[in-house]
C-alpha cells in the first residue's frame, strides 16, 4: 500500500540553502496535507499542513506546495539550519463524513543540514 | 506546552505475553489514537477513539488488540498474546478539534 510516497530516503543540504522535500500520492480522497519533524527518541512534532483548497502555505521558513493536478506536494526550508535536521514525514487525510482523520504516512526523509 | 505522555519507553515481553501501552493525552483533547511504527517502515494508523468508543480502526487492530480510557484520563493498548512482529515503536497521539495532533515519545515494544 503506497498511498503516500517519499521517494527520497536522504537529502544532504549546505546551511543557509534550501531544503525540497517532496511526497506523491495516489489517493483522491486525501483532502489535508500535513508535514512532521521525528528526531530520534521522540515523536513525530508537527509542522506545517495544507488543505487540499489550496496551493501554498507558507509559516515562517517553511512553505508547502501542493499540486493537486500531479498529486505531488514539496517542502521547502528556507533557509535551512543545522538544528533542522531530522526525519521529516508526509502524511495525508482522508476525507470521512466523521471527524476521524486518521493520518496516511509516507517512509520518511532523513534531511542532514551541514554547516 | 501540554504534552501527551507515553510509558513505558521501553518494553520487553516474552512472545505470547500481555502488555499493556500507556497514555495520558492532552486533558482537553477530544480524539485518540495509536499509531505504530516497526523499524524501517511507515508509520501505521491502529485505532482511532472518540466518545468512549473506537471511531476506526486498521486492519492491523485485530482481536489481539484493544484500547481503553479507564478513567478519563489515561488511554491504554492492549495486546493480548504478543507476537513477535508486533514489535515496533507505538505512538500514542491525541488532538482537541483541529489539526493539531500530538503525539507522545512512543513506547519501543519488543517481543522475544
Known amino acids: 500500500d503506497q498511498q503516500v510516497k517519499q521517494n527520497s530516503p536522504s537529502l544532504s543540504v549546505q546551511e543557509g540553502r534550501i531544503s525540497i522535500l517532496n511526497c506523491d500520492y495516489t489517493?483522491?480522497?486525501?483532502?489535508?496535507f500535513l508535514w512532521y519533524k521525528k528526531y530520534p527518541a521522540e515523536g513525530p512534532t508537527f509542522l506545517i499542513s495544507?488543505?487540499?483548497i489550496k496551493d501554498k502555505n507558507e509559516d515562517g521558513r517553511f512553505t508547502v506546495f501542493l499540486n493537486k493536478s500531479a498529486k505531488h506536494l514539496s517542502l521547502h526550508i528556507v533557509p535551512s539550519q543545522p538544528g533542522d535536521s531530522a526525519v521529516y514525514f508526509c502524511?495525508?487525510?482522508?476525507?470521512?463524513?466523521?471527524?476521524?482523520?486518521?493520518?496516511?504516512w509516507g517512509l520518511g526523509t532523513s534531511l542532514a543540514v551541514n554547516p | 506546552e501540554p504534552e501527551v505522555t507515553q510509558t513505558p519507553s521501553h518494553q520487553v515481553t516474552q512472545m505470547g505475553q500481555e502488555v499493556i501501552l500507556r497514555c495520558v493525552p492532552i486533558?482537553?483533547?477530544?480524539?485518540f489514537y495509536w499509531y505504530r511504527q516497526i523499524l524501517g517502515q511507515k508509520v501505521e494508523f491502529l485505532v482511532s477513539?472518540?466518545?468512549?468508543?473506537?471511531?476506526?480502526k486498521s486492519e492491523i487492530f485485530d482481536d489481539q488488540f484493544s484500547v481503553e480510557r479507564p478513567d478519563g484520563s489515561n488511554f491504554t493498548l492492549k495486546i493480548r498474546s504478543t507476537k513477535l512482529e508486533d514489535s515496533a515503536m507505538y505512538f500514542c497521539?491525541?488532538?482537541?478539534?483541529?489539526?493539531?495532533?500530538?503525539f507522545g515519545s512512543g513506547t519501543r515494544l519488543t517481543v522475544v
Open positions: 477513539f472518540y466518545n468512549n468508543e473506537i471511531s476506526e
Open positions: 497521539a491525541s488532538r482537541r478539534d483541529s489539526w493539531g495532533y500530538t
Open positions: 502524511a495525508a487525510s482522508p476525507y470521512n463524513a466523521g471527524n476521524n482523520r486518521k493520518l496516511i
Open positions: 495544507i488543505s487540499s
Open positions: 486533558s482537553n483533547h477530544l480524539y
Open positions: 489517493n483522491s480522497m486525501f483532502d489535508y
